[in-house]
Structures are given as C-alpha cells and as structure tokens.
Nanobody, 125 residues
Framework: QVQLVESGGGSVQAGGSLRLSCAASRDTYSFTCMGWFRQFPGKEREEVARLYLAGISTYYADSVKDRFTFARENAKNTVYLQMNSLKPEDTAMYYC??????????????????RGQGTQVTVSS
C-alpha cells in the first residue's frame, strides 16, 4: 500500500509563505501524476496543482498561478508545494494525491488512487 505523508502546514499571516511536503513510500516515477487539492471549511474542493511525471509538465489553478510552485525531489521521493504571497482565501486543508502509472490521469485530483492525510493551512489577515 502506497503512503503519502504531508507536512509543512501551519498558520501564517497574509503575504507570508509556507512549503508543504509530501513524502511517498515509493519512487515517484511509479506514478503517472501527482497533485495537490484543497478542501475549504465549507467542504468545497479545489484542485491546486498537478504534475505529470512522464512529461514533467505542471498545471496550476488560476487562483494560485504565479504564487504556488510544485517541485519534486526524486532522491527523497518527495514533492513540494511552495506557497508564496498567501491570502486568507488560501485557508484550507491541503491534500497530496498520486495516481499509479497505468491508465490516464483522472480529471480531479481527489479521484487519484492515493491520498495523504492532509495538512491544515491557515492564513490570517
């Protein structure tokens, strides 16, 4: 069973930065895609970013583009979400997800096969 373990969440003031980490229990090359999504207090979910590992291309939601960066450290089987210029509306539970290397990458990251336990990000004004 694959495990994804997130860390790095916390509380920060608006304009600040946080870096979320997601450590996978196996080589990230075994996934076709990895992603981050967030769930707001009202339970709405939003895709934040995804990484297509074969082509090493990334997608960002418009709401985070130019502020968030999805990075990968192969040697540690870890991906990161660097979040800069944080806003109160970024407050949410953030989840790391991954999908195995067969078939296509699902449309929504919450439908990927593997998901971490989530890490809370709170941004105060």
């Amino acid at each position: 069973q694959v495990q994804l373990v997130e860390s790095g969440g916390g509380s920060v003031q608006a304009g600040g930065s946080l870096r979320l980490s997601c450590a996978a229990s196996r080589d990230t090359y075994s996934f076709t895609c990895m992603g981050w999504f967030r769930q707001f207090p009202g339970k709405e979910r939003e895709e934040v970013a995804r990484l297509y590992l074969a082509g090493i291309s990334t997608y960002y939601a418009d709401s985070v583009k130019d502020r968030f960066t999805f990075a990968r450290e192969n040697a540690k089987n870890t991906v990161y979400l660097q979040m800069n210029s944080l806003k109160p509306e970024d407050t949410a539970m953030y989840y790391c997800t991954a999908h195995p290397y067969f078939g296509g990458c699902p449309k929504n990251p919450w439908d990927f096969t593997y998901r971490g336990q989530g890490t809370q990000v709170t941004v105060s004004s």
